[in-house]
């Protein structure tokens, strides 16, 4: 659908993109930037949404164009909405603007939002659209997966040994992964709307949940905490100390529990165990993407990173192993960014056409892989981070 633009066209979106990008990434609604350019081509209003309660990137642009906006050009990295919200639909306000032409990125998802772009053309507006789509889309990753999917997107963090082991036999498990990836889980939690645990990692590891800077202050954007399982928590639980939200879903169905953060404006989940959970969430096919940090390190026992999923033999999509390439530090490691997860529910026959299995995961250390022992068996025993 990219015919009809120019190279003006496409500058003045590359900008809207980048003024997309400072909207807040935990947030129920997509990051969106819109540049208004007047009759003569000179850039008159420019804006982005800050988020759920603030104006719509256009009216932001529009307001600042004024007049300017009679008989120019909009570029917005969404299509515009339709709807009535706290602003009104922003394709009305281009309409009533005088804007002539709407250039748009990415086709709104949201079947509440979606239809702007037949408004506009309804109205005598040159709609051009699909500029940058891919750029738009990646910008809301995870919006737009949820919208699509009418759920929240799930990321499954999970730190392990080589061995995939989540803990030692006697349970201790926080000196898995190193300080570089601590800090990386935090920027993680800070980019979710919510962290979900189960109540078993509640009640033994009693984890904070919260989304933190190096030097343990919080950090502005923090998640909604979540519990999820029957038993109750202790009052004196670190989940419940007040310092940001958080809930208990006393259910063990990973599909209510979803539905129930949805009804939240929750729309990125961070799953961050325990192995019971985890398995739960394969089992029901609702696991999207994986975030892994493997310890250089074997335990040979201790709990595993993930319970029983009924696997029974080799799923296709596992029959071929891809081979990464060594951690970056001496006790951590970061496999970011994953693939999505893609394998079939398990006891189920293959699908017709399995999709292929996930590309290797670019590390973040060296490239060339060792040419014989892997890094854990040169590894000294760990030291808790
Ligand atoms: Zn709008």
Known sequence: MQHGHTEHDLAAMRAALTLAARGPVANPNPRVGAVVVDRSGQTAGAGFHAG????????????????AALGGTAYVTLEPCSHTGRTGPCSEALVAAGVTRVVFAQTDPDPRAGGGADRLRA??????AGLLEGDAESLNRSWTFAVTHGRPMVTWKIATTLDGRSAAADGTSRWITGETAQADVHDLRAACDAILVGTGTALADDP??????????LRAATPLRVVM???DLPPSAQVLDGSSPSVQ???HDPSVALAALWDKDIRHVLLEGGPTLAAAFVRAGLLDEVVAYVAPALLGSGPSSVGDLGIT??????????????PSGPTSASARPCAPLSAPPPRRPPPPTPPPPPPPSPPTGPTNPPPTLPPAA????????
């Not at 759920?52 to 007049?67: F, I, K, M």
């Not at 040169?378 to 981070?385: K, L, T, V, W, Y």
Request: proline letters at 12%; zero cysteines; glycine letters at 8%.
């Open 378 to 385: 040169r590894s000294s025993p760990h030291e808790p981070a």
């Open 313 to 326: 033999t080799t799923p296709t999509p596992y029959a071929s192993i891809s081979r990464t390439s060594p």
């Open 123 to 128: 109205a005598g507006v040159e709609v051009v």
């Open 52 to 67: 759920a309660g603030t104006p719509h990137a256009e009216v932001v642009a529009l307001d600042e164009a004024g007049d």
């Open 229 to 231: 399982g029957r038993r």
């Open 208 to 217: 904070s949940l919260t989304a933190r800077h190096p030097d343990g202050s």
């Open 249 to 251: 879903l006393r259910t």
